[in-house]
Nanobody
């Protein structure tokens, strides 16, 4: 069974930075794309970033382009989300997710329906 565990969330002032980590276990991590999503209070969960299994392709929501960077270390079975220039509107619970199938090497899904496994989430709060 695939398990995903996020960490690194917390409280930060606007303009600050945080790095989230997602540790995966239960299967060959390096063969699967990974994604980050977030859900703010009263809103639906939304796509943030995704990375292909090779790390060669990344995709971002328009709202975080230029501020967030997704990366992965296949040797450590971990995917990261570096968040810079944080804004109050980035406040949300952040989730990492993995699909059930490996897909093409360039695959980096952006929709929730393409992911089958989810972590428990980590809270990010950005104060103004």
């Amino acid at each position: 069974q695939v398990q995903l565990v996020e960490s690194g969330g917390g409280l930060v002032q606007a303009g600050g930075s945080l790095r989230l980590s997602c540790a995966a276990s239960g299967r060959t991590f390096s063969s699967y794309a990974m994604g980050w999503f977030r859900q703010a209070p009263g809103k639906e969960r939304e796509f943030v970033a995704a990375i292909s299994w090779s790390g060669g392709r990344t995709r971002y929501a328009d709202s975080v382009k230029g501020r967030f960077t997704v990366s992965r270390d296949n040797a450590k079975n971990t995917v990261y989300l570096q968040m810079n220039s944080l804004k109050p509107e980035d406040t949300a619970v952040y989730y990492c997710a993995a699909p059930d199938h490996s897909g093409r090497p360039s695959s980096a899904p952006v929709t929730e329906g393409e992911y089958d496994y989810w972590g428990q989430g980590t809270q990010v709060t950005v104060s103004s």
